[in-house]
């Protein structure tokens, strides 16, 4: 906006990434919640059309739920996750196969995880109604609190400064590391139960064939980066690099350079290293 872009115009274009995990109601009202205060803070930034006010956001059921111990036990969490994204609003989706609390998913496990939402697509009639839990007191309730709680933390966020202050101070990696504690010790004490981890375990775990990457892979991308560099122009990659070194240390807009820098052919790595050379790479200090 600082730059004069039409807020109506760039504000269709955003979209967010989020997470589904495995309480269904909870899940649901946390993506209705995030709906709704996106729209208000659209509208307080001055936005006027609807579209530019609706939040597009693409949802992955949670890899952090997902267990080793009985790993087709997973099929029925992402099926869960799906249902949550779905008829929270999403409007992408993607499902996790069963394995990979184990590796990389398996060609089994990622069709699994293809036709779980083609099932939910085409047979559950999930898809058919848009917010199709709006008005029940628990749902309404639910998303209530979610949101309020939500408005809480922001606040808190802003008044430190905003996200970047936040993270400087270690306030959001606290947050994270104190939920994530209080978690895992609901689990060790049984107050949370994990079908197959705490409670339901089975004495002979079940075998999942694991997945291995072949090398040709690795020899193959080699080779074709190899290539790639005999085949551009060495001076222009050169100068182009340097340039956007030159505007990332002036704190100019790089994304003009960057496009450039890749449709000469400089590398992902190539560009990365050069932004290395100006930011450093983020430790943590606390």
Request: charged residues 20%; glycine residues 4%.
């Given at each position: 906006m600082d730059r004069g872009l039409d807020i109506n115009v760039f504000g269709?274009?955003?979209?967010?990434?989020?997470?589904a995990h495995n309480n269904l109601f909870e899940e649901i009202a946390k993506f209705r919640a995030a709906r709704r205060m996106w729209a208000k803070i659209m509208k307080e930034l001055g936005a006027?059309?609807?579209?530019?006010?609706?939040?597009?956001?693409?949802?992955?059921?949670?890899g952090s739920t997902l267990?080793?111990?009985?790993?087709?036990?997973?099929?029925?969490?992402?099926?869960?996750?799906?249902?949550?994204?779905i008829m929270g609003g999403t409007q992408s989706l993607h499902?996790?196969?069963?394995?990979?609390?184990?590796?990389?998913?398996?060609?089994?496990?990622?069709t699994i995880a293809l036709r779980i939402q083609q099932i939910a697509a085409?047979?559950?009639?999930?898809?058919?109604?848009?917010?199709?839990?709006?008005?029940?007191?628990f749902v309404e309730t639910l998303t209530n609190e979610v949101e309020a709680e939500a408005w809480n933390l922001l606040n808190r966020i802003d008044g430190m400064g905003g996200s970047v202050s936040a993270i400087e101070q270690g306030f959001i990696q606290a947050e994270i590391a104190k939920s994530a504690y209080a978690y895992q010790r609901k689990i060790e004490t049984g107050e949370k139960i994990i079908v197959g981890v705490n409670k339901f375990q089975l004495k002979v775990p079940?075998?999942?064939?694991?997945?291995?990457?072949?090398?040709?892979?690795?020899?193959?991308?080699?080779?074709?980066?190899?290539?790639?560099?005999?085949?551009r122009n060495p001076a222009r990659c050169d100068s182009i690099l340097q340039e956007l070194n030159d505007k990332a240390s002036n704190g100019d807009n790089i994304i003009p350079t960057v496009i450039e820098a890749v449709e000469n052919y400089c590398t992902l790595g190539e560009i990365a290293d050069t932004l290395r050379e100006v930011f450093g790479e983020y430790k943590c200090p606390f």
């Open positions: 269709k274009r955003l979209s967010f990434f989020f997470n006027t059309d609807p579209k530019a006010m609706m939040l597009r956001f693409h949802t992955q059921t949670g267990t080793a111990q009985q790993p087709l036990n997973n099929i029925s969490r992402v099926t869960i996750q799906a249902l949550a994204a499902t996790n196969g069963y394995d990979e609390a184990l590796n990389l998913p398996s060609e089994e496990a990622a085409f047979e559950s009639g999930v898809p058919d109604t848009a917010d199709p839990l709006a008005g029940s007191f079940a075998f999942i064939p694991g997945f291995k990457v072949d090398d040709s892979i690795r020899r193959l991308q080699s080779e074709k980066i190899i290539s790639l560099k005999k085949n």
